[in-house]
T-cell receptor, first 112, second 116 residues
Framework: DADVTQTPRNRITKTGKRIMLECSQT?????MYWYRQDPGLGLRLIYY???????NKGEISDGYSVSRQAQAKFSLSLESAIPNQTALYFC???????????FGDGTRLSIL | GNSVTQMEGPVTLSEEAFLTINCTYT??????LFWYVQYPGEGLQLLLK?????DKGSNKGFEATYRKETTSFHLEKGSVQVSDSAVYFC???????????????FGQGTILTVHP
């Protein structure tokens, strides 16, 4: 089983819909992150959490919200999806900030 | 703020050719530097890292040396294989005390295709 699991792997939805992407991890890491990947732009940080009670905005948090339900679970929500949120979304975890991050396989989200 | 700049891609090579993917960065202090690789349909995997100046990270035949004087961390491999075809990302993590400590800043990624 994967250490960092993202669900769903693919999702197609319509403008205005509420979407939730889920991430769970079995690595026991305190730190979790959500990124989006767009062609030619690399990965950009949406939100991050250093523990269950600590949630921080990343560089592109507008239009997104998150919930850290437990150490192992970190969900990303799009309250009212818009087409320019079409992207590949990755969840990642890390133990300490000087340790490498471990990534899930991504969720491909298409908003029509 | 912090930034990472990678050479423009895509890069297309024949098997056994020499690979260089350039990466330069802007950051305060002494960041840690990483190369990640993304194979088709998968998430990113750590390829190698270096945490201080003059460190050399290496893995699977790939190498990169942390050059503080030129703020660079170029990725090299002496003889690429078809299986090395992937997207490669350079990234940095700011040193403790920085405002962005604990977050990764990524380059835009370089697509590598290796032909038999």
């Amino acid at each position: 089983d994967a250490d960092v699991t993202q669900t769903p792997r693919n999702r197609i939805t319509k403008t205005g819909k509420r979407i939730m992407l889920e991430c769970s991890q079995t690595k026991g890491h305190d730190r979790m992150y959500w990124y989006r990947q767009d062609p030619g732009l690399g990965l950009r940080l949406i939100y991050y959490s250093f523990d269950v009670k600590d949630i921080n905005k990343g560089e592109i948090s507008d239009g997104y919200s998150v919930s850290r339900q437990a150490q192992a679970k970190f969900s990303l929500s799009l309250e009212s999806a818009i087409p320019n949120q079409t992207a590949l979304y990755f969840c990642a975890t890390s133990d300490r900030t000087d340790q490498p991050q471990h990534f899930g396989d991504g969720t491909r989200l298409s908003i029509l | 703020g912090n930034s990472v700049t990678q050479m423009e891609g895509p890069v297309t090579l024949s098997e056994e050719a020499f690979l260089t993917i350039n990466c330069t960065y802007t950051a305060t202090g002494y960041p840690s530097l990483f190369w990640y690789v993304q194979y088709p349909g998968e998430g990113l995997q750590l390829l190698l890292k270096a945490t201080k100046a003059d460190d050399k990270g290496s893995n699977k035949g790939f190498e990169a040396t942390y050059r503080k004087e030129t703020t660079s961390f170029h990725l090299e491999k002496g003889s690429v294989q078809v299986s090395d075809s992937a997207v490669y990302f350079c990234a940095l993590s700011e040193s403790p005390g920085g405002t962005s400590y604990g977050k990764l800043t990524f380059g835009q990624g370089t697509i590598l295709t290796v032909h038999p």
